[in-house]
């Protein structure tokens, strides 16, 4: 059976997912290259790739931890709103795959194999940031609405 | 369905965090049982009558909707 990570990996995925993401995201910028050459390395660009591929695999990481990392008590209704997002986030992916592949379908000039590939980089986090967002409202903020 | 378990909880001074606390579940299970959001398991509706001490029958009552065949072969 599939076992959730413990809970105390949900604070860990909350902090490394946000700063690999920037890390990836000023990579792209090229800052470190400049950087790079600025004290005269022999490959500028090798920098700038490893902590690239490093704010990737961090931001990845923490996904995983803050999506499969246990609330503080895990009990039926938890695993139920757990199950009911994972539904929900799936069929969101489903509809956007089936939109999207249509709308390029009908694109004069459809896009090549980078457009396609960032399109379906995209569906997958759309499936998994819909999965985190909609189970941790529920949780965290949606439930208490309902105290009277 | 509805049910009775918060009045039930009121009257034995119970507050949703000692109940679940109790029945080993988060608050907000207890909040979503209350409020009819959250149908509980067979499991957790005879422990919920042990801790109470009321039969489940006197906590949980079937409505009308509860009959009707559309909605109990889509659940």
Known sequence: MFKLLPHRYKRIGLIIAPTGFLLWIIMQIGLITDFSQFIGLSNPKLLNVSFAILGFFAFLFGMYALSFSKEKIEDEMIKNVRLESFQFAALLQILFLIIGLTCVGFMKNPPKDAGMMLFFIVAIFIFWITYIIRFNYIVHIGIYKYEK | ?75
Do not use: C, H, W
């Not at chain 2, 049910?3 to 579940?25: D, P, S």
């Not at chain 2, 801790?51 to 006197?58: C, M, N, Q, S, T």
């Open chain 2, 1 to 75: 369905m509805k049910n009775n378990v918060k009045a039930i909880r009121v009257i034995k001074g119970l507050t949703q965090e000692e109940l679940a606390q109790l029945l080993g579940v988060s608050r907000q299970t207890i909040i979503s049982i209350e409020s009819s959001r959250y149908v509980p398991s067979t499991v957790l509706s005879l422990k919920i009558s042990k801790f109470l001490d009321k039969r489940v029958e006197e906590l949980f009552e079937l409505e009308k909707s509860d009959f009707d065949s559309k909605s109990s072969r889509s659940s």
